[in-house]
């Protein structure tokens, strides 16, 4: 629509405007799918977000098991299968793949205990105004 626009201000045709915009449009690279998965590839699926802190997708790897046109089948490690199109899964680098590595668990005792307080009673505060009864 601006193409056309700008020739109209121009007094050109708006098919020549838009002729040129396709021209322009056509010659620029654009960029492409991402690169299909391969059998045996470490991948992360989407999960759906709870909340701000949640990852988008589940921390726990699959391996690609099989691959048909864009759908992914992937294998947990407990043996369950996860089938999704192929924009749903996303690779991990095999620098992070190590074998036998397991979920690290020392972020349990960060936060410091909370102590139980002793109770103190409130304080009464004094109503600005009377109440007659």
């Known amino acids: ?3 056309i626009k700008s020739a109209k201000i121009q007094r050109q045709s708006w098919i020549y405007g838009m002729q040129q915009f396709l021209r322009a449009y056509r010659c620029t690279p654009h ?3 991402r690169k299909a998965y391969q059998l045996g ?22 391996v ?9 089948t992937g294998l947990r490690g407990d043996g369950s299968k ?15 793949i190590q074998e036998g590595d397991t979920c690290d668990d020392s972020c349990e005792n960060i936060l410091p205990s909370k102590k139980k307080r002793p109770r ?8 600005r ?5």
């Open 1 to 3: 629509m601006k193409a």
């Open 31 to 33: 960029t492409t799918t």
């Open 41 to 62: 590839d470490a991948v992360l699926v989407k999960q759906p977000r709870l909340n701000k802190l949640s990852t988008p997708f589940n921390p726990t790897p699959l």
């Open 64 to 72: 690609v098991t099989e691959r048909k046109g864009t759908m992914v």
């Open 82 to 96: 996860v089938k999704r199109i192929f924009y749903t899964f996303r690779s991990i680098p095999q620098t992070l």
């Open 120 to 127: 103190q009673p409130e304080e009464t505060r004094k109503s």
């Open 129 to 133: 105004y009377i109440r007659l009864s």
